[in-house]
């Protein structure tokens, strides 16, 4: 920290002054300003400018204002007379107000600073998207959130399959290398290889709830089920609202919007109303019996307002249990509420069946959900 008191009781008349202009500028804040100010030259005003602008600014829209009063306290800008010469020596105002706009002028620094402030406001934008619900987000901020959803990885867990390959250690001998390598000693005992069981990932397969109830949602959820299909292998996603549709085929495409397009065209029931149990039970019946969902993850995204019979959906749900390894459900209603219980029918019929309910109302549900999958043994 400098030692000169005149020069820390400017440095302390210079924060004082950002602190009236409206800026939070506390004792904390100063004490570091003065610690980066020791090691450099108090006549230089690029370094008086610099020091205080990293330690004091700590919001972008806050550079205009740090602008115009250190031009005020140091140059005299927005004065009758100039500021009368500071304890400590500077160089003319010419040349200082010359010095001071040097990082302005030089086209590679300002691009890199206007590139660094741009990629800071964006860091922040997301940063407050992540918890914001959809329901709340506008048009523009949708579109942000999906660029974003479309960069999330999914990796389903990995089990245990029935061949096996060769590895340092294991259970079972590997009993054709082993001879092998004991004919090429001439009959001498040769090393003992192993083998040990491969490991497969386990299949995913998504079933989105596209029902009127959950038009808030169903768009996001798509382009989540478009990324799943992107980043993993084997990976199946349905959409219902009063009938079950088959809409892996249309989210191949490569462009989001050409994808989602051809879904909504697939699904003659967008947005109408919402029968889960019999949506299930048609997947059970056509899909999952034929080995789709066996050992899988199946994730089932819906608010669970079900209009059909309870009992169907029950049996459905036990049916889905059995077939598949876990059954995720992502419910809206959940939302940030680590107490939620169901509270809806449907939700109530199909708790017992369920090994995770995650909420999936914000990027933040689905970031926690993309990083649970892997530990869903």
């Known amino acids: 920290m400098p030692e000169d008191p005149a020069f820390l009781r400017s440095l302390v008349g210079f924060a004082r002054e950002l602190r009236g202009s409206g800026m939070p500028v506390g004792p904390g804040d100063v004490i570091t300003y003065c610690s980066a100010m020791s090691p450099l030259d108090p006549t230089d005003l690029l370094d ?15 550079i205009p204002v740090y602008d115009r009063v250190f031009r005020r306290f140091f140059l005299g800008d927005g004065e009758e007379e100039p500021t009368p010469s500071k304890p400590f020596s500077v160089k003319s105002r010419a040349e200082a107000q010359s010095v001071l706009e040097v990082p302005q002028t030089e086209p590679e620094q300002r691009g890199r600073d206007e590139q660094e402030a741009r990629l800071g406001l964006v860091a922040a934008d997301a ?13 523009e901020e949708l579109a942000a959130l999906r660029r974003i959803i479309k960069t999330i990885t999914l990796t389903p867990p990995r089990r245990r399959s029935r061949r096996s390959v060769t590895a340092p250690a294991g259970r079972a001998p590997d009993l054709r290398r082993t001879l092998r390598a004991t004919m090429r000693m001439h009959g001498e005992p040769a090393e003992l290889f192993w ?10 397969t998504l079933i989105l709830d596209v029902s009127g109830s959950m038009a808030d949602y169903s768009r996001n959820l798509l382009q989540f089920a478009h990324s799943a299909t992107r980043t993993a292998a084997r990976v199946e996603v349905f959409c219902f609202g009063t009938r079950l549709t088959r809409i892996t085929r249309e989210l191949r495409r490569r462009r989001p919007d050409d994808a989602l397009e051809r879904a909504a065209q697939a699904v003659v029931d967008w947005e109408g109303g919402t029968r889960i149990g019999e949506s299930l039970d048609a997947f059970v019946r056509d899909w999952g019996r034929r080995g789709v969902c066996r050992g899988g993850i199946v994730v089932v995204c819906s ?32 939302g940030d509420n ?24 914000d990027l933040r549900s689905l970031e926690e959900f993309a990083a649970s999958l892997p530990e869903l043994r």
Do not use: E
């Not at 008086?48 to 806050?62: E, F, M």
């Not at 992540?130 to 329901?135: A, C, E």
């Not at 680590?338 to 939700?347: C, H, K, Q, S, V």
């Open 48 to 62: 008086l400018y610099w020091a205080g602008r990293i330690t004091l600014v700590t919001r972008h829209d806050q």
């Open 303 to 334: 608010d669970g307002l079900d209009r059909g019979d309870p009992d169907t959906l029950a049996a459905a749900m036990d049916r889905l249990s059995r077939l598949c390894h876990r059954v995720v459900w992502l419910n809206p209603h959940k």
């Open 127 to 139: 940063a407050a998207l992540r918890t914001k619900s959809f329901t709340r987000c506008t048009p």
């Open 195 to 204: 083998r040990r069981r491969r490991l497969r990932l386990r299949p995913l």
């Open 338 to 361: 680590a107490d939620f219980r169901p509270n809806t029918l449907g939700m109530m019929v199909a708790a017992p069946h369920i090994d995770l309910l995650l909420s999936g109302h």
